[in-house]
């Protein structure tokens, strides 16, 4: 079953300085039937002005992932870590037993736009942590390429979290396909372009959830940046 959702139908926030499209209920918007996919709790697409962004405030027990889309993120929390993460860059901050950090675009002049999401944590209480890697951009092309699983390398981050996260750059006319095994979940999001997954279209901003499905087959009718997430 492929249930698409439109980028149209996601809650658009508007404060100024954060424009943000939400893909399930985060903050003031609150849909009871709409609070998650599987271990995935929030999905937000967020367009930040320069120097504006996220004063401290506190998590816990919650895998936390920034895709830097375009533009810098800089991040600051209460166990020492201050980085700036660029694009072709993913952080994860596992929030654990409690933690408090703050996040702003790290541009006086650039906007950015960064994909946020949070996902259940595998276990509950863990030692908070933080880590970003770089991963090779030309490895997206016409390849599913994974960012994020629960073991991490040198150019894949690590999460607490039986998923793997997955981007790609798919040419008009190109196709890949992949396979699901049994009980689990396919989250997409188009970023960029359009394409048809099985027989079923998506367009920009578009994100499909996909359940008891064996296989998929993506294929590009334009120039395609998506993200595929494997997860229970």
Same mark, same amino acid.
């Given at each position: ?20 499209? +939400? ?9 009871? @039937?709409? &609070? ?13 002005? %320069? ?14 992932? &920034? ?5 810098? $993120?800089?991040?600051?929390?209460? +166990?020492?870590?201050?980085?700036? #993460? #660029? #694009? ?10 409690? $933690? ?8 006086? /002049?650039? %906007?950015?736009? =960064? ?11 863990? @030692?908070?942590?933080?880590? &970003? ?16 699983? %629960? ?12 998923? /793997?996260?997955?981007?790609?750059? +798919? ?5 890949? #396909? ?7 979940? =396919?989250?997409?999001? $188009?970023?960029?372009?359009?394409? /048809? $997954?099985?027989? /079923? ?21 334009? @120039?395609?940046?998506?993200? +595929?997430?494997?997860? %229970?």
């Amino acid at each position: 079953m492929i249930q698409v959702f439109p980028a149209d139908s996601r809650f658009n926030v508007d404060q100024g300085w954060l424009r943000s499209r +939400l893909s399930f209920s985060f903050g003031n918007y609150y849909d009871p @039937d709409n &609070t998650g996919f599987g271990v995935l709790r929030v999905c937000n697409d967020d367009d930040v002005d %320069p120097s504006k962004g996220f004063g401290a405030h506190p998590h816990s027990d919650m895998e936390i992932l &920034t895709i830097v889309l375009s533009g810098s $993120v800089r991040h600051e929390d209460n +166990l020492g870590n201050m980085e700036v #993460t #660029t #694009t072709g860059e993913v952080q994860r901050m596992s929030a654990g037993s409690g $933690v408090v950090h703050a996040e702003y675009n790290a541009s006086q /002049t650039e %906007p950015m736009r =960064i994909l946020q999401m949070w996902f259940m944590p595998n276990e509950r209480g863990l @030692d908070p942590s933080y880590e &970003t890697r770089r991963y090779n951009s030309e490895k997206l092309k016409n390849a599913l390429l994974p960012i994020v699983d %629960p073991q991490g390398s040198e150019q894949i981050v690590k999460i607490h979290q039986d998923l /793997t996260l997955y981007l790609c750059r +798919l040419d008009k006319d190109k196709d890949i #396909t992949f396979r699901q095994e049994d009980g689990r979940r =396919i989250f997409l999001f $188009v970023i960029e372009g359009r394409l /048809t $997954v099985n027989d /079923t279209r998506l367009g920009e901003g578009d994100t499909a959830r996909i359940e008891s499905l064996a296989q998929l087959s993506i294929m590009a009718e334009e @120039d395609a940046f998506l993200m +595929l997430i494997d997860l %229970p």
